[in-house]
């Protein structure tokens, strides 16, 4: 039922930032947890950051904490994650994704998520 469509990504040097944007459709989207993931060549899919439908928590990695702030901007059905301050390690497909919400838990693990996007690339030089 919800479709996502990421933007944003792109090249930049270390210490330089990017936001990446994902576009959902569906009614329901304010009532869904969302996320992004990213994953490295000859790596597993890893949690970045997550954010609640209910009360706007957020979670985050530890290796991006104070670098990195999602959002959500429901009447535009549109998450975001502004990456700060990035380091070649950030390099990745980053993916956007969600899931109808739960009022005491906001998943942190890819098989917990229902909708995914596109993927968008991000690379960091040195």
């Known amino acids: 039922q919800v479709q996502l469509v990421e933007s944003g990504g792109g090249m930049v040097q270390a210490g330089g930032s990017l936001r990446l944007s994902c576009a959902a459709s569906?009614?329901?989207?304010?009532?869904?947890?969302m996320g992004w993931f990213r994953q490295a060549p000859g790596k597993e899919r890893e949690f970045v950051a997550a954010?609640?439908?209910?009360?706007?928590?957020?979670y985050y990695t530890d290796s991006v904490k104070g670098r990195f702030t999602i959002s959500r901007d429901n009447a535009k059905n549109t998450v975001y994650l502004r990456m700060n301050s990035l380091k070649p390690e950030d390099t990745a497909v980053y993916y956007c994704?969600?899931?109808?919400?739960?009022?005491?838990?906001?998943?942190?693990?890819?098989?917990?998520?229902?909708?995914w996007g596109q993927g968008t690339q991000v690379t960091v030089s040195s």
């Open positions: 994704t969600g899931r109808y919400g739960s009022d005491s838990y906001t998943p942190k693990t890819d098989k917990e998520y229902d909708y």
């Open positions: 569906g009614r329901t989207f304010r009532r869904y947890d």
């Open positions: 954010i609640s439908w209910s009360s706007g928590n957020t």
